[in-house]
């Protein structure tokens, strides 16, 4: 790097070399940060209680029913993982949603963090009370608490090429039972780490 700026500003009084050199320093720290948060890691917070008690949210603010924190959880998803293996069920994955989800969810889009549940071409069916079966099989499921089940109840068959999600809390997570299954290629990655707050520091 010091030798580039040294290159293209040869010439210049030091006072200039050196502003040059620093905003060039500056410039390069942010593009290393910019490329991590595009190819190797991003950082989220959880707003509702969908993920309820897997990841926590913060009581009393907006769409904060079911929540058990007083902080929200900060998590981290590897968004370089599914360009070196295929999404496996049962984890933890943040993805955008589709836009049909804005009307299911009353407005809510952009980016969630829901298990994966449904993997292409399986049948996922939700029935007794919020119990979930994979083309009639039974899915343990001890992340969800007994309180939490309910919700809609169905069965959807996953679209090859596209995955099916699920909230923990299925009492009030409006996922792929209201909006439907996810295409591979909007799926960021999975979670890895809750680096906030202190207290709940994890790996996933």
């Known amino acids: 790097m010091r030798i580039l700026v040294d290159r293209f500003t040869r010439g210049l009084p030091h006072g200039y070399r050196i502003t040059i050199e620093w905003l060039a320093t500056i410039a390069f720290a942010l593009a290393v940060v910019g490329g991590a948060k595009a190819w190797v890691v991003s950082p989220y917070r959880i707003p509702t209680s969908s993920m309820e008690p897997t990841l926590h949210c913060a009581r009393g603010g907006i769409a904060s029913e079911g929540c058990e924190a007083r902080f929200s959880d900060r998590v981290i998803a590897a968004r370089f993982v599914y360009m070196l293996r295929d999404p496996r069920r049962g984890e933890l994955v943040v993805f955008h949603v589709p836009d ?52 809609l109840e169905g069965t959807w ?18 996922d792929s039972r209201q909006w439907g299954s996810v295409p591979r290629s909007s799926l960021i990655g999975p979670l890895v780490v809750t680096y906030w707050p202190p207290n709940r520091v994890s790996t996933h």
């Open 157 to 174: 068959p996953v679209p090859k090429g596209e995955y099916f999600f699920m909230g923990d809390n299925r009492r009030l997570s409006c």
């Open 100 to 151: 049909r989800a804005k009307i299911a969810c009353a407005g809510a889009g952009g980016v969630f963090v829901k298990r994966l549940i449904g993997l292409p071409g399986d049948k996922v069916t939700v029935a007794n009370g919020g119990f979930v079966s994979i083309d009639g099989k039974p899915l343990a499921e001890p992340y969800v608490r007994a309180d939490r089940r309910g919700g």
